[in-house]
């Protein structure tokens, strides 16, 4: 087999983005549904929602003071004869009269006749008048018009959105209170392997903590996706078999370990087994080129889960979420798949890279500039995952020896 073959060694390996092209080709966006806006947050809205109404529904003030007509303070008399009392919430009685002032709140809607707000500081009174000390008086200051943030019938949030606080505040205040949205991928993470043990056990002699399950579902609930782990799967073919059943019926299973080429690598013929169809096993990357991507078969009107074997090794895992699990979550939440595609740093010095695969190396980002700069960590490699976790992200360094230089730029994979 050659270093970079698949089992038979004749086909090369995919590249990331040939890799990456076959995964999104497989994703099949979540069917949207009702939601409330609680539970709305972070999710893309799968239709225009509109204003059921003008907003503001009435010309109001935007300041306490007097409302005012501009023309009776054209000639030299400031005085103005108070008027009805208006706070937010009350509607006038009537139209202002004659060199009349009306006392109105921030919120108010305007007296027929009013076309300007003076501010409350910008006056004062003198018995049963109020004298404008404000010298220039410009018709409609401090109103917000009827409809000048929206007429009835206006798309106030156009489906594709993200719904950030802001937006949700938009539909509340629009008379949106339930909207149809693509839901969350719901997300199962399946750990394999006789060595490992939960967190909170102290691992005797050959055992590790597994690390894979917290970070891996911290990364699917940190890409909008809901996550849980299942129990530490062994590496026994049935007892796999069972756990792996049990992940199908999520949109997304991540599978951690057994995916390479040694003797107690069972996942991949597992999942075979259950009628998982292999799109590719191995991509051309560093770190994790054991990488493992398939498609379940529909269920019901159901697509088929999208299932990711994805190497042990702490960063492998990491880097291989980033780069192909990610995008797919994206992709089943409504949202583009590419997100990151364009980004790149630059080099804040030298760096030599080798070796034969395309490798994401981890930096921290030291700028804020376009492009950021980038210096690459001291790393040990695939399982030093406390180095990797102080990075802003991966450069990604092309396949072959290259000495790059100081100031060059390179795509960068950003880890949130
Ligand atoms: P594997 O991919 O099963 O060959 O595992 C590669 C390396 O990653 C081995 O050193 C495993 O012990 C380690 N490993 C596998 N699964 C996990 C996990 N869930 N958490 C931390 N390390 C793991
Ligand atoms: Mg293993």
Partial sequence: MSPDGNREGRIPLPSVDQALAMVLGRVVARSP????????LGLVLARDALADLDMPPFDK???????????????????????????????????????????????????????????HERTHRSGDFVVIDEPSIKPGQNILRRGREARAGDVVVERGRELTPARLGV???????????????????????DELVEPDSAPGPGQIRNSGSTMLTALAVQAGARARALEIAPDRPEALRAALERGLDA???????????????LVPASLEALGVECVFHKVRIKPGKPIWFGVARPRGDRPGTLVFGLPGNPVGSLVGFLVFARPALWLLAGRPGNAFARSSARLEGPFSHRGDRPTYFP???????TPPVARPL??????????AAEADGFLAFE???????????????PMG
């Fill in 378 to 387: 001291e790393w040990a490699g695939s399982a030093d995952l406390r180095r």
């Fill in 251 to 265: 949109d997304l299973l991540i599978v951690t370990g057994g995916v390479s080429a040694g003797q107690r690598d």
């Fill in 399 to 413: 396949a072959g020896d290259r000495d790059y230089a100081a100031g060059e730029i390179v795509p960068f994979l």
């Fill in 61 to 119: 003030a935007l300041v306490d003071g007097y409302a005012a007509r501009s023309s009776d303070l054209e000639a030299g008399d400031r005085r103005l004869v108070l008027g009805e009392l208006l706070p937010a919430g009350a509607t006038p009685s009537r139209g202002l009269g004659d060199r009349e002032a009306a006392v109105i709140m921030t919120g108010a809607p305007l007296p027929l006749g009013a076309d300007v707000v003076v501010m």
């Fill in 363 to 369: 930096a921290v980002l030291t700028t804020t500039s």
């Fill in 33 to 40: 549904r009702a939601h409330v806006l609680a539970d709305a």
């Fill in 171 to 193: 539909l509340a205040s629009f008379g949106c209170p339930r909207v149809m949205a693509t839901p969350r991928p719901e997300v199962v993470v399946v750990p394999t392997g």
